[in-house]
């Protein structure tokens, strides 16, 4: 695999073509690199766990990285953040279509705050990526079985917690 030791396992006979896919879509040589790293890891994976070329699916990939944040992994990318490795994949015919998924209640919530950044406030569409994925973050760690939406509890301390914790996470101008 271009950049690494490791077998990639099932996808092997894609690496290259993913490779020269996402430079030609324009991304750096670095993050290049990271994103192969992720193909083989899902590879290696599918190995293990008997997943064949041509069925992998996104339940798979959930269930990919749901092994991976079990396992202790630090960098664990989302479902989201393979959506690249998801449309080469589908084009080169290793996925089928996407298949239809019920919306958890976060992101059904989620989406109706996006709705309402764009239509009542009117906001530039990075900065409702940033606050959708902002409260996609804060709803999905309180989440629990008793309350699926994460809001049960939910008081003006739980938000300073958050966003206090989210200022160490990013760089001042962010934190602004």
Known sequence: MSGTRRRPGRLGPFVEGYRVWLLESGYTPQTVR???KDLGSLGRWM???GVEVGALTVAA???????????GRLRVPTVR????MQTYLREVGVMGAEEPRAQSPVEA?????????IADRGLAAMTV?????????FLT??????????VADLDGAAGSRFLLGECGRVCLG???
């Open 109 to 117: 919530l989620v989406g109706e705050y996006r709705e309402w950044l």
């Open 47 to 49: 190995d293990a766990e």
């Open 81 to 84: 953040a393979l959506r690249s």
């Open 61 to 71: 990939i959930e269930s990919f990285l749901a092994d991976r944040r079990a396992a």
């Open 34 to 36: 990271g994103m192969l």
């Open 174 to 176: 962010s934190a602004k």
């Open 141 to 150: 760690a309180r989440v629990s079985p008793s309350d699926e939406l994460g």
């Open 129 to 137: 990526l940033r606050y959708e994925t902002l409260a996609r973050r």
